[in-house]
Each structure stands twice: as structure tokens, then as C-alpha cells.
């Protein structure tokens, strides 16, 4: 697509149960980010897929969170088991590779836990 | 680690005038440096980028001044209008690390 895709949108889960936040990032783009943006902070790193290389999981904030893509292209970021705490705007962004480009971004999934 | 920070949490400036937008990085091994526009609702929009060997960089009416020497950077808006009101945040990375960003600015454009 012209664009970085997410999906869904919105997403309002109960605590406890596990949610899926996919990703479809610009094609041919090989760098993959997650960030997490919480109201009125900046962007949080999660995760960083570049190429067939390891992930860069660094910023993942508990082992409740993980995330993997598939051929080269789209993410899906998984949380399991979700808290309150995880209510944020999930950010996914996606460059032509890992160094001296700038990122495009989704538009984001809003994840409210209730 | 290091991280990216920003002067002012919040800046209104009357339609017509300039806005300048700063931030500050802490690590000296930063080579990239960009500005991204956030509007309600929507994901950050790339409005700029500079690279270390650099020092100003223009764009269409935007405008981004690097210092390494004292670690600044800052986003100049010239003739500012109601569209530019959002959130501005810098960000840094040091090679092919994830960029790391600020918490934001809000600028609000008084018509």
C-alpha cells in the first residue's frame, strides 16, 4: 500500500485476555518498528525488525509482550494477559532499511483495557 | 540509555509569526536527527531531518539548526498558520539504533 496500514483502530479489551495489533508496513520497506505512546507523553520503544536479522527487543516492557513478522512484511504485536496499565496508542512505522532514514507511520491502534 | 528531551511542554504564538521549536539530546554519538508533526488522531508526520555533518537544513517554510556543540536542536516554523498547530517531537539515533524521541510540544496557533 501508499502507506503504513494498522489494524484495527480502536480496541477495547477486557484485563486479562490477550489482544493481537497487526501491522502492514510500506512494501519494499525493510525496517519495522514498534513504539507505544501513552496521552500526553512521547513515543515508547518496543520492538525493531530489521531484515532477517534478530529483533531488537529491548524495549518490550515485560515478557507479557511480544511481536513477530512474517516474510519480511507484516507485524503483529501480541500482549497477553493485558493490565490496565497497557492502555496506550500502539504505533507501528516502518523505513527503507535501518539507518539514516526517517520512519512513516500508521495511524495507530488505540488499546483501551477496561 | 540516552534520551531526547524538549525545553518548553507548550508554545502559542500568533498567527503570521515565526514559532521555534527546541530540543535537547544527550548523546554525543547522535548522527540522525528528525522532527515529526502529530496531529489529533493521527500517527507522527516527517517534516524534516538533518544529519550530523550538518549544522541547517531548510525545507518548505520549516527550517532545522543543529548544534552539537552544547547538543541542541531546534525546529523554526516561519509564517505559522492554523494547520501547523499539533505536537512536534524530535528524535535522535545513533547509527542504525531506534530513534529516540522527545515527549513533545504542543503548539497552538492564535488566530
Known amino acids: 500500500g501508499a502507506g503504513v496500514s494498522q489494524s484495527p483502530s480502536n480496541k477495547v479489551t477486557e484485563k486479562g485476555k490477550d489482544v493481537e495489533l497487526r501491522c502492514d508496513p510500506i512494501s519494499g520497506h525493510t525496517a519495522l518498528y514498534w513504539y507505544r505512546q501513552s496521552l500526553g507523553q512521547g513515543l515508547e520503544f518496543l520492538i525493531y525488525f530489521q531484515g532477517n536479522s534478530a529483533p531488537d527487543k529491548s524495549g518490550l516492557p515485560s515478557d507479557r509482550f511480544s511481536a513477530e513478522r512474517t516474510g519480511g512484511s507484516v507485524s503483529t504485536l501480541t500482549i497477553q494477559r493485558t493490565q490496565q496499565e497497557d492502555s496506550a496508542v500502539y504505533l507501528c512505522?516502518?523505513?527503507?532499511?535501518?539507518?539514516?532514514?526517517?520512519?512513516?507511520f500508521g495511524s495507530g491502534t488505540r488499546l483501551t483495557v477496561v | 540509555g540516552e534520551s531526547v528531551g524538549l525545553h518548553l511542554p507548550t508554545l502559542s504564538v500568533q498567527e503570521g509569526d515565526n514559532s521555534i521549536i527546541n530540543c535537547a539530546y544527550s548523546n554525543s554519538a547522535s548522527d540522525y536527527f528528525i522532527w515529526y508533526k502529530q496531529e489529533s488522531g493521527k500517527g507522527p508526520q516527517f517534516i524534516i531531518d538533518?544529519?550530523?555533518?550538518?549544522d541547517k537544513r531548510q525545507g518548505q517554510r520549516v527550517t532545522v539548526l543543529l548544534n552539537k556543540t552544547v547538543k541542541h536542536l531546534s525546529l523554526q516554523i516561519a509564517a505559522t498558520q492554523p494547520g501547523d498547530s499539533a505536537v512536534y517531537f524530535c528524535a535522535d539515533r545513533s547509527g542504525n539504533t531506534p530513534l529516540v524521541f522527545g515527549k513533545g510540544t504542543r503548539l497552538s496557533v492564535i488566530a
Open positions: 512505522a516502518s523505513s527503507l532499511d535501518g539507518a539514516g532514514y526517517g520512519y512513516t
Open positions: 538533518i544529519r550530523s555533518n550538518m
